[in-house]
């Protein structure tokens, strides 16, 4: 039998996303390319560990009243329900009722950054959302309460210090409602994430990535299934 280490396991899965992150850090002298590369190395890592109930892609969202969400670094997003995902000039386009969580995702963590990243998330948690009831073999379920979305931020480094102290918690304090941040890496230091009475937890620990992907997870879990969405409200747009 092998000698298997799942502790081993683990930490190469952080060890490897952030060498890639402080790498593109490194390498990279252009912001713009920097931060594509960041994105890039996200998008991969929870394409690949997320269950595959879960899609995950850089978009925009959209609702059935036609306004739409500023672009997003990361959306998870639901595939075995949604009906359609558009695809426009490369773009993806990604219907309000289908999205589980966004996020930022930038080199640094800084005031202005965060609050960018609660704008951000705020333009997606304030669309329009259907939810139809559910016809079954006995009958209708009634229409399915709203899942909240999650909204964080991912990051290589943290402009505090320490990374993830007393000034980080002010600034993710600041948002309230739909600008909230309910959870965040910073891969070289830890990550964040906000508890149900509203305070933040920040959690220094060796494997903040590893750490970060379970917490996503598990919340995603505990999130269920999207609602289901009412085509029709979409449809009316073909005939205006």
């Known amino acids: 039998m092998a000698d298997w280490s799942l502790e081993v396991i683990l930490s190469s899965l952080h060890e490897d996303i952030q060498r890639r992150l402080a790498l593109a850090r490194e390498a990279l002298s252009h912001p713009v390319s920097k931060g594509d590369a960041s994105e890039k190395i996200w998008l991969e890592l929870l394409q690949t560990y997320l269950p595959e109930r879960y899609q ?14 500023e672009q997003m670094d990361v959306v998870v997003f639901d595939r075995q329900y949604s009906p359609f995902i558009f695809n426009f ?9 289908s999205v589980y969580a966004v996020f930022e995702a930038k080199q640094t963590a800084n005031a202005g950054l965060v609050d960018y990243a609660q704008g951000k998330a705020a333009s997606v948690r304030k669309l329009h ?7 079954h073999a006995g009958g209708t379920y ?3 309460p709203l899942i909240p979305i999650i909204g964080g931020l991912l990051t290589l480094e943290s402009d505090w210090k320490p990374a993830l102290g007393s000034s980080f918690e002010k600034a993710l ?8 941040l309910d959870l965040g890496c910073v891969a070289s230091h830890g990550h964040f994430m906000r508890n149900d009475d509203g ?4 959690v220094n620990e060796g494997k903040p990535a590893t750490a970060f992907m379970f917490k996503l997870i598990s919340r995603l879990q505990f999130s269920g299934t999207v609602p289901m969405i009412d085509i029709d409200a979409y449809g009316e747009w073909l005939v205006k």
């Open 56 to 69: 995950v892609a850089k978009a925009f969202v959209v609702d059935s009243r036609g306004t739409f969400s």
């Open 199 to 202: 305070t933040y937890e920040m």
């Open 142 to 144: 009634p229409a399915k």
């Open 129 to 135: 959302r259907t939810s139809l009831p559910i016809p």
């Open 89 to 97: 000039e490369g773009e993806l386009i990604i219907p309000a009722e």
């Open 173 to 180: 304090d600041t948002g309230k409602h739909d600008r909230q």
